[in-house]
């Protein structure tokens, strides 16, 4: 039973806080334009998604090492993205810092943010209970190197890339940019903070896996 409400209850905040920040009694113009209302499909079947496959998706597994700030980190971030989820809505629906030609952008939103929840379904389908918010290692923990992780070692972190941009492009919002450099920094910490761990955990295993993958983008980086 845990384990599904740790894959509903997201789900069930990120609808409720995007419906709160556009405004409830508006609902009908919020479903007619259909980027905004496929963001809600898309939570949606990501949802079902998680459900039919079973997929664990326990975000606050502690795992096996201490966990220092992280827990505080975790939490800071957690509200800043609520935040942001009740306030693009909001944003969009009174024009404020909103970009011009909607419709281009609204569809380059949408199309981020329906790639960057692929990657993270496949990437969840292989953690299975090795899946946390934390830098940590779970008991009898693997070097995952099969599906998605053959060609990128992070698609978690390349979900996040693609998912805050774009979810703020759906709502044509120029906070884009800022959005889009918090995202990369905090991924480049993780990766660094992620990396180290790994390479003491599993040495030469995870050399040679690194020396034959990139880290976020297939070919690229």
């Known amino acids: 039973m845990r384990k599904y409400l ?15 920040g556009w405004g409830l009694d508006a609902w009908r113009e919020y479903f007619g334009n259909p980027e905004r209302a496929s963001v809600i ?16 998706f326990d975000v606050f597994r502690p795992g096996q ?14 509200v800043a993205s609520l935040v942001l989820l009740w306030f693009l809505p909001h944003a969009d629906h009174r024009q404020i810092l909103t970009i011009s030609h909607p419709a281009l952008w609204r569809g380059v939103g949408l199309a981020l943010c329906t790639i960057g929840v692929l990657v993270r379904l496949l990437a969840l389908a292989k953690l299975a209970k090795q899946f946390s918010a934390y830098v940590t290692l779970q008991e009898g923990h693997e070097l995952v190197q099969s599906g ?10 390349l979900s996040l890339l693609l998912l805050g941009p ?18 990369l920094a905090f991924i480049g910490s993780r990766i660094h903070q992620e990396e180290r761990l790994l390479r003491a955990a599993f040495g030469s295993d995870f050399e040679q896996y690194r020396s034959r993958t990139r880290a976020l983008i297939p070919f690229v980086f």
Do not use: E
């Open 41 to 56: 499909v898309l939570a949606l079947v990501a949802g079902a998604t998680i459900l039919v496959l079973d997929l664990d």
């Open 166 to 183: 774009g979810f703020a492009l759906v709502f044509r919002s120029l906070l884009v940019w800022p959005v889009l450099a918090v995202t």
């Open 65 to 78: 090492l201490k966990l220092g700030h992280q827990s505080l980190l975790l939490i800071v971030l957690t």
């Open 6 to 20: 740790t894959g509903a209850l997201p789900l069930g905040v990120f609808i409720l806080a995007v419906m709160l």
């Open 148 to 157: 998605i992780y053959s060609a990128i070692r992070h698609p978690l972190y």
